[in-house]
């Protein structure tokens, strides 16, 4: 007898956060940082990047949800992210409200050798309950050129 199994597509589709520009509803909270949200070059795919110029140390891109996410069904933060001018050291945290609620950190870095592919488990986050907000942060401690993040997503 032959067994047949039917895998279910999945429940949970990904949350595109930014892709050549915000989804509806996110707005752009980055602190000690000059973000431009419609950055021409370099780009990972499509026609538009994330420029983020980090003003003094410490300072980063955080991208703020219409409401609060849940995050059952989610499993990681996934995007592209690329430092011409150097390697550069950056974290990732989510809040589960606008001024509280941080998650772990997560360090990782953008480096000057191209587009990197960055997934963070939400698990290495501490398995936030629900997502408000996204930061990327620089961690160096100081000013920094711009490093560019694309194709930025929740996903299942």
Known sequence: MESTF???????????VYDDALTSGWEDWSYHATINLNNASPVHSGARSIAVTVAQGFGGLSLRAPSEISAAGYSAI?????APS???PLSLYTQTADDSGESKLVLLAATSSGWTRITVPLVALGNPPVIKRISIQDESGGAHPAFYVDDLLIVP
Request: net charge negative; hydrophobic share 35%; aromatic share 16%.
């Open 6 to 16: 039917v895998t279910a597509p999945p429940t949970t589709q990904s949350i595109v």
């Open 78 to 82: 996934q995007f592209w992210v690329y």
């Open 86 to 88: 150097g390697d550069h």
